[in-house]
């Protein structure tokens, strides 16, 4: 089996990168970025791991975390023992994503992909006024509040968990569409959704209330619309060890 290795550039990262490397035989991903591995080590934090997600999707290739950051949810714990069996012995776990699609005030569209979730936000003072619509139907007219979001189920325990959306079980298909801080409708606390289901986001009084649409990491200003839909393309490989694998620590989360 043949690794390849990416630390991001932190301290401790770079500390973990020497202890590993000088006990193992790795490929630099960062200085050999067409390197043929079989796996790829990730050193760094959720953060990091999620731009790793973004960066690596073309390759295929699966990516082993290991935790030099503060949560590490996406990662598992460092330790540069056995760590040739760890990966051999570890369970996967297949991450697909959200594709989103957002027109701006200009009528510029963007589009980017979101392996946690996408979220609207409010950009002032002023909140947001958005009409819901699911698979071309309107179920809210007026989402009165700070924003709302779509999320994975791989990314329901992070945004989405924290402003009291479902934590959804990994393989499940499913999507959360969970609001930010609702003042109407003041009962409404979200909706489970099918996997293929497409989610539409049509802003109101927009100059108003300038909303933000962000996907992960990357985010676009004064939007008018977004479409957001699983993609039926892309899917990631995410490698935990068989004593913590991903979905025992989706079900944790929910009792922390």
């Known amino acids: 089996m043949k690794l390849g290795l990416f630390a991001d550039k932190t301290e401790i990262a770079h500390e973990s990168y020497e202890r590993l490397t000088a006990k193992y035989d790795f490929v630099d991903i960062a200085e050999n970025p067409k ?4 796996v790829i080590v990730i050193l760094g934090g959720d953060g990091f791991m999620l731009h790793c997600m973004h960066n690596l999707e073309q390759t295929h290739i699966p990516l082993y975390g290991m935790n030099c ?8 714990e460092f330790n540069d023992e056995d760590v040739l069996e760890r990966i051999e012995n570890a369970k996967e776990a297949k991450i ?26 409010r950009e002032t003072r002023q909140s947001t006024n958005i009409e819901v ?15 709302i979001l ?3 189920p791989a990314g329901s325990s992070a945004y989405n968990f924290s402003v009291k959306g479902p934590i959804i079980p990994l393989g499940s298909d499913l999507l959360a569409l969970t609001p930010i801080s609702p003042f109407r409708p003041r009962q409404w606390r979200g909706a489970l959704l099918p996997g293929d289901t497409e989610v539409e986001f049509v802003i109101h009084y927009l100059k108003k209330r300038p909303v933000s649409c962000v996907a992960d990491y990357f985010e676009f200003r004064d939007i008018k619309s977004v479409k957001v839909s699983q993609s039926k393309d892309t899917k990631i490989t995410l490698l935990f060890d068989s004593k913590n694998p991903l979905q025992d620590k989706l079900i944790t989360e929910q009792f922390l």
């Open 35 to 38: 390197a043929k591995v079989d």
């Open 69 to 76: 950051g503060t949560i590490g949810f996406l990662l598992n």
């Open 96 to 121: 697909t994503p959200l594709i989103m699609e957002a027109t701006d005030d200009k009528g510029e569209t963007h589009k980017a992909v979101a392996f946690n979730e996408v979220s609207l936000l």
């Open 133 to 147: 619509r699911v698979n071309g139907k309107t179920k809210i007219n007026h989402l009165v509040g700070d924003g």
């Open 150 to 152: 779509v999320a994975t």
